[in-house]
């Protein structure tokens, strides 16, 4: 498939030829791709410490366009001289001077990234659509080049391709596989048309991106001083923070985030503003006006089906998943219907544990999904006596950032040390860098950059990207590593406290980046990954939350500095498969309904949203909850490729995840065994994409991984789907 370029693009999976690559070139049979002298300061060559970094304080937006277009021409000219080399295709002519051009268009979109998810601006989206739109016509100039790819298939059915190392001769079938499976065997009008959609889909995964983030930004609950009943103090703080921001000082602010809307469904006393807050956050892309996604949405289907019919599919689902590891959308849908019966029966439990409690409280009222986590906390409370604002206030930010990098010490042997402020350009304040080493040898691994708030502009979830990778083809290269997330910022002098869910959320991130900064494959292409084993890494790494070792070093109390009392504890421990009905169901609904898209007609679609109720009521989605992602503003589905009719690989990878947390568990070290923690980092981290994961996955194991685990660790009986 090219070299995957997996930036923060929220308008589209960016797929390019870029890279390092090979020392062992041949002047005469290689093409020599030199590296040029560049003005404009996004095309510039990583300068400063640490082998060079972003220079973030040096570009500016006006760059951009002028940047984008050099960057692709020149590419286009290096990708040219590959395909026009007279001498026979090799693998050192072909694959590995693909790997090694297009690295100005790398750090090009580093910065672009940057735009689009950490710091968008009106002016960045006016000029968004063009920009991918012009990216797009340059990738289909790639992906249909006639003489390239016959280089390429010529080094994939060689004999030379027996002799290859198994990095070097899976790399050649990704790049043999992404020409194969993305038009490079069309020609004439199959071949114009599958260009022109594209192009098309470029611009409205990018206007599918912003109209949701518009309604982030648009609809925003301001509250008074006597509509604040029920919350607790540190959010009443950081929300008056919020309010403060956007000029309306003496206020506070629900923003339409996740980790704002969260806390306040969850205590807020306040009925009416609850659902007011529930609508803001599920309306998304769905309400009247100019930012409304279903017309887009319907444009995408129609236009995904007819590329893949191009090369010869019956639907989006089984050209997408061909060649990751569920194989066909009939096993994906095999594990969901294995694992579906069983948590919407969990459902039902919760609801009537929460309405049985609303009626003994005389509320006369309806679990509605605006009351679900409000009354799930009460129940929380009643069965587990577990408050979930005492736990919170054992969750400081900085504490778990810690404990994240103790967990990297012990199973990776990395250190993580600031870098002193200022010697490293950021792209915002709040933005922090370590430099990781071996904590043995003293060997420099790479950086790590943390943006852990939200703030406008900055699009809501939380995401891990690279700005550099591992290879050493071309001389060895640190990696580049980021943390995304948007929790709210406690003011100066006081500590930032995050939900349970978030702390989650923080150590599954920092799963991404351990699993770039592990890496020790040869080549750039090595460094892309299989989307539905990709969230297996940081999946795993979640369960180092509650070790003892974190929980006892680090779970401390913002005031008092105290470990989390052991009564505390036990109850979290005894709680964990609390709500998992309502957390498997939300989830499974918008990865059932990803499938749905991507394997009906879409001329028998229509309303995207009465499709999606219909769908729903026909698998028995209770009306108490809705999809985690609606599909109005499903941006891992709509806004670009990365996840369309993927959604299901979390749950995929969490398969994986229980399996593999066994082997720890099991082990005389328990989660710090160090042979398990060895084979962890030797075959599911550092191999990256330089072996299949199936094959990675038994070499760690011995054995494949069973759903059964899955099962357990939610508390589902086993045998729920029969």
């Known amino acids: 498939m090219l070299k995957i370029k997996l930036t923060l693009l929220s308008a589209a999976v960016v797929i390019g030829l870029a890279g390092c690559s090979s020392t062992q070139q041949s002047s005469t049979a290689t093409p020599t791709i030199a590296e040029k002298q560049y003005q404009n300061p996004l ?101 249909q080049n006639k003489a390239l790819f016959e280089r390429v298939k010529t080094v994939y059915e060689s004999q030379e391709f027996k002799q290859l190392s198994a990095e070097e001769q899976r790399i050649t079938w990704l790049q043999y596989n992404s020409f194969a499976r993305n038009g490079a065997t069309l020609e004439g009008e199959a071949a114009d048309r599958y260009a022109e959609i594209n192009l098309a889909l470029s611009k409205l995964h990018a206007d599918f991106a912003n109209n949701v983030l518009a309604d982030e930004e648009g609809y925003v609950v301001y509250l008074t001083k006597d509509q604040l009943s029920g919350l607790p103090q540190s959010y009443i703080t950081s929300a008056a923070a919020a309010a403060e921001e956007r000029g309306k000082t003496g206020m506070y602010a629900v923003t339409n985030t996740r980790s704002s809307m969260d806390p306040f469904l969850m205590y807020s006393t306040e009925r009416e503003l609850r659902k007011q807050v529930w609508q803001n956050y599920y309306s998304r892309g769905n309400n009247a006006g100019e930012h409304n996604n279903k017309a887009i949405i319907n444009e995408i289907l129609t236009l995904r089906h007819e590329r893949v019919q191009l090369l010869g599919y019956e639907n989006y689902a089984q050209w997408r998943l061909e060649d990751r590891m569920a194989k066909d959308p009939k096993n994906a849908m095999e594990l969901m219907d294995k694992v579906w019966p069983a948590a919407i029966a969990r459902v039902k439990e919760e609801v009537a544990d929460m309405q049985a409690l609303a009626d003994k409280e005389g509320a006369n009222i309806k679990i509605e999904p605006w009351d679900y986590r409000f009354y799930s906390e009460k129940v929380r409370k009643a069965k587990y006596d577990l408050d979930s604002n005492e736990v919170k206030q054992y969750l400081q930010l900085d504490k778990l950032r810690d404990a994240m990098f103790y967990v990297a010490g012990r199973l990776f042997n990395f250190e993580f040390t600031e870098v002193p402020e200022g010697s490293v350009p950021v792209f915002h304040e709040d933005v922090r860098v370590w430099e990781v080493t071996d904590k043995t040898s003293g060997e420099h691994i790479g950086l790590w950059y943390l943006d852990p708030f939200a703030r406008q502009g900055k699009r809501s979830g939380a995401w891990a990207t690279s700005y550099r990778g591992h290879t050493t083809f071309d001389g060895k290269t640190n990696v580049l590593s980021s943390n995304n997330s948007n929790f709210v910022k406690a003011p100066a002098g006081q500590a930032s406290l995050i939900s349970w869910n978030d702390a989650v959320t923080y150590f599954h991130e920092f799963g991404h980046a351990l699993h770039s900064l592990s890496s020790k494959v040869k080549y750039p292409g090595s460094n892309s990954g299989v989307r539905d084993y990709t969230e297996f890494q940081s999946q795993l790494l979640e369960r180092w939350l509650v070790t003892d070792e974190v929980i006892d070093r680090f779970l401390v109390h913002h005031e008092t500095g105290k470990p989390m009392p052991k009564t505390l504890v036990n109850k979290i421990k005894q709680a964990a498969n609390f709500n998992q009905g309502f957390a498997t169901t939300e989830y499974l609904a918008s990865a059932i309904m990803d499938m749905k898209f991507h394997t009906t007609d879409p001329a028998q679609i229509g309303d995207p949203v009465e499709f999606e109720k219909s769908q729903l009521a026909a698998i028995g989605m209770p009306s108490e909850i809705v999809m985690r992602h609606r599909t109005t503003h499903f941006g891992h589905v709509f806004s670009g490729e990365g996840y369309s009719a993927g959604y299901y690989g979390y749950l995929w990878a969490e398969v994986l995840t229980s399996d593999a947390a066994q082997a720890f568990a099991s082990a005389p070290g328990g989660f710090y065994d160090e042979e398990v923690a060895d084979r962890l980092v030797n075959y599911l981290f550092s191999v990256r994409n330089a072996m299949d994961p199936a094959e990675a996955y038994r070499k760690f194991r011995g054995r494949d991984a069973a759903v059964e685990a899955l099962m357990l660790d939610r508390g589902f009986p086993v045998n729920a789907d029969k």
């Open 43 to 143: 095309l510039q060559p990583f300068t400063g410490p640490y082998q060079g970094v972003p220079q973030f304080d040096k570009v500016k937006l006006t760059d951009l366009e002028p940047a984008l277009d050099i960057a692709l021409a020149d590419h286009l000219s290096e990708i040219d001289l590959i395909a026009n080399n007279t001498a026979p295709a090799t693998f050192d002519n072909t694959i590995v001077a693909m790997e090694r051009s297009g690295q100005a268009l790398d750090r090009l979109f580093t910065y672009f990234g940057i735009w689009s998810a950490n710091n968008s601006s009106p002016e960045f989206r006016q000029m968004q659509g063009g920009l991918m739109a012009k990216y797009a016509q340059y990738r289909s100039k790639i992906t």
